[in-house]
């Protein structure tokens, strides 16, 4: 097995990943209502992720570095 398939599969183990860590998070507004508040309420602090919702949000942060690191990698690895 050669290291452009195992990083393709790490690249695929990543996109999974972070599917599913978006797919957990709780939606924060709904419809244009939400849109409108949700940046006020942002805004002056009534929103403060606590607890799992702060977890996901970290996770998904470093799923997506991983996932757009890998994506180079294996971009790099295909061309060469």
């Known amino acids: 097995m050669t290291i452009a398939v195992v990083f ?34 942002h805004l002056f602090g009534k929103q403060k992720a606590r607890g799992l919702d702060l977890f996901l949000q970290r996770l998904t942060i470093g ?6 690191v890998l994506a180079l990698v294996v971009a790099y690895l295909v061309k060469v």
């Open 63 to 68: 799923i997506a570095v991983g996932f757009f």
């Open 8 to 41: 393709k599969i790490l690249l695929v183990i990543f996109a999974v990943g972070l599917i599913c860590v978006v797919l957990l998070q709780k939606g924060k507004s709904a419809g244009l209502s939400g849109a409108i508040s949700g940046g006020a309420e």
